[in-house]
């Protein structure tokens, strides 16, 4: 099911920014027996992402119907909204004034294993790097292809592996193709800085907050991979899949520890 | 006008890859009296950059074929040809197999005014900086957040200044938002390194080549902005526009030179 602008449509003009330039941000939530889970914080980040970006940011009433209309009464879905700076003219100048489209997709929840999060995934390392700019760092934006580079360089459907982390220009650990990264050393939980490149996640946002509510220390760093070698725990999460244990990575291994269980157990699948 | 896929659209469908990731590649190229300037070298160049991306390339006798059809026999247009990995799922992974899709766009050749290639153009220097990705460096892809950002950054309509240059993360100048750039110093033509980012223009190509067939030479180099201070001439340039003289660029300023003059001579507005 898709909606453009509110309407029951399967396509969006070919003079879309979104297309042309990547022009826009998007954002993808899971809804579960009705709810749609941090909805929220989702919008939230859908328009700090307009901001940045300097798209006039469609109201939170119209997105929050978007999201009721295109479930269409299903209760458990995944649900993206992506929002572009609309239809332009040749060049990169943006129109003048600008229209932004809203789309709004439904898909099925994912059939990751439950495995996944009760036993651990194992992760690779890509070898595509995330570049570094600091003006788009943090927003989900529609220029996406260093992700798609990197799941690109193993079988999609090798479900042993379902996701790699990525390094950005200067080597550092930054994050997954779709989630977020945290790891813990002697009981301090340590999360990748993210002002140089790299997505703010929902998730991320949702267990930094339950961290510090529940008067734990959580560092925001840069992160090199030399530290896979020293920590004794590790977790990447998104908001669709909650927190996936890493048990392998690399050359390396883990076991789910106390940290990750208690996390899991405090943030769930839904708010 | 519009094709898609060939067929005459004004839309398509909202689950493109190129909407979704920037998943794709594409050109601009100027119809002149009837000849398609350079389609060699822009077809060319979409051919490598779908290999880059690993984007089966439409046949090369598709392509043509979309650009005359887009054309409709009108003589003088600017022809944009996108190719996408075309529809897929949710998620980064590529759909198996690829259908990739194309896009032909006809607009009006644009209306600068014939002063910029004569008296030559002032340029600002952006602020927004181009990040470093080997991956993606060189090929026409569609994501194109930085230019957006660079030319949202003054006055679209501002027409004493036309294009900005734009430095990438390490500090070096790499081209205009939409030209590539070239410079000369006592006789010696010098463009910036691609390998990093930047786009390789098909002006690019066809100047390199005319250059080296007059047997001179050109080295492509790093160059850095205190290079603007020692040039004697600078020019912009894109195969749309053939090659603007630049005349003043941030405190600097210059005049057209005998080589500029020279290669706008040798290469015209079309092959």
Excluded at 102 to 113: F, G, N, S, T, V
């Amino acid at each position: 099911v898709i909606l453009v602008d509110g309407k029951a449509r399967k396509s969006l003009p070919a003079t879309d920014r979104g297309l042309h330039y990547g022009d826009g941000v998007f954002t993808t939530l899971a809804v579960r027996d009705g709810k749609a889970c941090w909805l929220d914080a989702h919008l939230e980040r859908l328009r700090a992402g307009c901001h940045r970006l300097g798209i006039p940011a469609p109201e939170e009433v119209v997105l929050r119907r978007d999201v009721e209309a295109v479930l269409e009464g299903e209760g458990n879905a995944v649900v993206k909204l992506i929002i572009t700076r609309g239809s332009g003219g040749r060049g990169y100048a943006p129109p003048e004034p600008v229209t932004p489209r809203r789309i709004a997709l439904r898909y099925p929840l994912p059939d990751h294993p439950l495995a996944y999060a009760e036993q651990g995934v194992r992760l690779r390392i890509a070898d595509a790097r995330l570049a570094i700019n600091p003006r788009l760092a943090g927003i989900k934006h529609l220029n996406r292809l260093e992700q798609v580079l990197a799941r690109a360089e193993w079988d999609a459907s090798a479900t042993d592996i379902p996701e790699a982390l990525m390094l950005d220009a200067k080597g550092r650990l930054i994050e997954g193709t779709m989630t977020n990264l945290f790891v813990a050393a002697e009981g301090v939980l340590m999360t990748p800085d993210l002002r140089e490149c790299g997505v703010e996640g929902v998730m991320r946002r949702v267990i930094i907050d339950e961290v510090q509510a529940q008067g734990m220390a959580i560092q925001i760093q840069e992160l090199y991979p030399d530290i896979l070698a020293t920590v004794d725990e590790l977790f990447v999460a998104n908001s669709v899949n909650g927190i996936w244990p890493v048990i392998a990575c690399g050359e390396y291994r883990y076991h789910p520890g106390r940290l990750t269980r208690r996390l899991q157990q405090a943030t769930g699948l839904c708010d």
